[in-house]
């Protein structure tokens, strides 16, 4: 293979983990405001990836969301640093919900921190980018499935018809685990990239600790096992919840998380591990004659690496939120929180706590989306070789996510959400009557899922093409 040409990849690391008393959270239900320790290191980690032409860096962020600003402001601070120009740069969110808070909203104490902490995280990536790039070598590529059951569709309905998260064993669920192992010319893995759809709330309300939830303790895992650097890569995981979700314990995530770093593992130490084919050699004469064959590993094409970074125009719905209601409605529940927190009524502080969230909700609605028809989704596309990956600034259904998977002209496409940035729940149009959190929540018109995934697919044939 000729090195001019050939894929090279470099991986870097930096601890992001915030102070232990950081504005947390930012569940509806949680009585608390400041996370009160760490109980694991949360990361930032880079895979930088060259042809020799064109250049791409994948930031995977123990983070739970990235805002556009955030995003940008993480990606041009990257830019700056290393030279790579900012649409060649991908910034993913873990979406982990026991980080610090992304914005302030009914939170308050100890987001004073969070500022700081962000100046903070993008010195950490442009850091580990640079060290990345500065450890580039020529890499193999391997990919295969696996298959993980950690996960469930987490929309559900009472008798009543009350809508509640929880698990829903009926509805539709990925339960694919992808995985992307490139190996050095000594044939030691660099890195391991994996690709699952599944919400990181196995910590809750009742949590007051820092973690990166299950995709943390998966990386652990996976590195343990079978070395180099592992990237997680958040599937379309809108409805897709942990079997066990919105927990105190802290072994559940690290169980959780270690069941699917072991598949994950499993799947890489496979690729290279255990032969795709066997070829005879010959008879050796022993006490019983042994046959010897030599063993072929099914790599993949991994050159040209392309890269687009686009806008994909979808609908929005009717009857979006007012800002002015929106906003009122905000200050109306924060001055009730306040009032309970002073007056000690714990039945007060629940209600306007969660409705302080709600409201909220509907206000940034309002505030992104507000007199539109339309939005452009982000969506970012790196693809080499036999291998496809497509992020995009929302929180995807699962079924976009299998249907993208399906009809791309790539036989490995990783679909994330969580990319680049954060706009809301993107549902199904066979979700949209049934309402529930996700729906009410979503600016998004009930075709814009079919829109976008055409024309996911669409490009994805016309990357392919040579």
Not at 172 to 199: G, W
Not at 294 to 299: K, L, Y
Not at 408 to 423: D, E, K, V
């Amino acid at each position: 293979m000729n090195n001019t040409h050939a894929l090279r990849a470099g991986t870097g690391r930096r601890n992001i983990t915030p102070p232990p008393n950081i504005a947390h959270g930012g569940w509806g239900a949680q009585k608390h405001e400041q996370a009160e320790g760490i109980d694991m290191d949360l990361w930032a980690t880079v895979l930088a990836l060259t042809d020799g032409q064109t250049t791409a860096l994948l930031l995977d962020i123990d983070i739970q969301i990235l805002t556009n600003e955030r995003a940008d402001a993480i990606r041009a601070a990257v830019s700056s640093a290393t030279g790579i120009a900012k649409q060649n740069i991908r910034a993913s969110a873990t979406h982990t919900h026991s980080g610090p808070v992304p914005y302030k909203s009914w939170i308050e104490k100890g987001f004073e921190m969070v500022g700081p902490w962000f100046e903070k995280l993008y010195v950490a990536c442009s850091d580990a980018a640079k060290e990345a790039l500065a450890n580039l070598q020529p890499v193999q590529t391997f990919a295969g499935r696996g298959e993980c059951h950690i996960n469930a569709n987490r929309r559900c309905a009472t008798l009543t018809g009350e809508r509640f998260l929880g698990v829903n064993p009926e509805g539709p669920c990925d339960r694919e685990v992808l995985v992307v192992r490139l190996d050095s010319p000594d044939k030691v893995p660099l890195a391991t990239i994996a690709n699952y759809a599944c919400h990181p709330t196995i910590m809750g309300p009742p949590n007051r600790l820092v973690t990166p939830d299950y995709p943390g303790a998966m990386k652990r895992v996976v590195e343990q096992g079978v070395g180099g650097k592992c990237f997680f890569l958040q599937g379309a995981a809108g409805d897709q919840g942990p079997l066990l979700g919105f927990q105190a314990d802290t072994t559940v995530y690290r169980n959780f998380g270690a069941v699917l770093g072991h598949e994950v593992a499993k799947v890489a130490l496979g690729l290279t591990g255990v032969p795709a084919r066997v070829t005879f050699r010959e008879i050796v004469p022993s006490g019983a004659p042994l046959g010897m064959y030599s063993g072929e590993f099914a790599g993949c094409r991994n050159v040209p690496l392309r890269i687009l970074d686009k806008e994909i125009s979808v609908p929005l719905r009717d009857g979006l939120p007012e800002k002015k209601v929106a906003a009122e409605k905000l200050e109306f529940w924060k001055n009730k929180l306040k009032a309970g927190r002073e007056q000690n009524d714990s039945a007060a502080i629940t209600e306007a706590t969660y409705m302080s969230r709600r409201a909220d909700l509907q206000l940034r609605m309002a505030d992104d989306f507000g007199g539109k028809t339309s939005v452009g989704v982000r969506t970012h596309f790196i693809t080499f070789g036999d291998v496809a990956f497509v992020g995009c600034n929302i929180e995807p259904f699962c079924e976009i996510g299998m249907n993208v998977k399906k009809n791309s002209a790539f036989p490995i496409t990783c679909l994330s959400g969580y990319t680049n940035g954060r706009l809301a729940y993107m549902p199904t149009a066979v979700e949209w009557p049934k309402g529930g959190y996700e729906v009410d929540n979503s600016p998004f018109g009930v075709d814009a899922a079919e829109v976008l995934e055409k024309e996911i697919v669409a490009t994805l044939q016309q990357l392919r093409e040579p």
